[in-house]
Nanobody
Framework: QLQLVESGGGLVQPGGSLRLSCAAS????????IGWFRQAPGKEREGVSC????????NYVDSVKGRFTISRDNAKNTVYLQMNSLKPEDTAVYYC?????????????WGQGTQVTVSS
C-alpha cells in the first residue's frame, strides 16, 4: 500500500520558516522519488519540488527556488521540505506524493496534507 503522511505545517509570519515532513506508511520510501505539491483555496494544485530516490537530484518551481530545500532521510523513511523566507502567497495545503523519476504523482499516494498559513 502506498500511503504518505504529511506534518509540520502551522501559522508563521512573513519571513519565517517551517519544516514539513513526509513519512511513508506501508512501503519503503527509498524505492520512489518524492514530490511536494500545494493547493491554495480556489487554485489548482501545483508541483513545488521533487527529489530523486538517492537525493542526488532535486527540482523546484521558480516561485520557491532559493527559499525552499527538499531533502530525504531514507533510514527514517521520511522526506522533508525546509521552507524559509515564507511569503503570504505560500499559504496553502501542502501534500507529498510518490513518483517515478519525478515524472508525476502516483495515483492514490497523497496523504491528508498539512496546512501552511503565512500571515502577519
Amino acid at each position: 500500500q502506498l500511503q504518505l503522511v504529511e506534518s509540520g505545517g502551522g501559522l508563521v509570519q512573513p519571513g519565517g520558516s517551517l519544516r514539513l515532513s513526509c513519512a511513508a506508511s506501508g512501503f519503503t520510501l527509498d524505492y520512489y522519488s518524492i514530490g511536494w505539491f500545494r493547493q491554495a483555496p480556489g487554485k489548482e494544485r501545483e508541483g513545488v519540488s521533487c527529489i530523486s530516490r538517492s537525493g542526488g537530484s532535486t527540482n523546484y518551481v521558480d516561485s520557491v527556488k532559493g527559499r525552499f530545500t527538499i531533502s530525504r532521510d531514507n533510514a527514517k523513511n521520511t522526506v522533508y521540505l525546509q521552507m524559509n523566507s515564507l511569503k503570504p502567497e505560500d499559504t496553502a495545503v501542502y501534500y507529498c506524493a510518490a513518483q517515478y523519476f519525478c515524472s508525476g504523482p502516483i495515483r492514490g499516494s497523497w496523504g491528508q496534507g498539512t496546512q501552511v498559513t503565512v500571515s502577519s
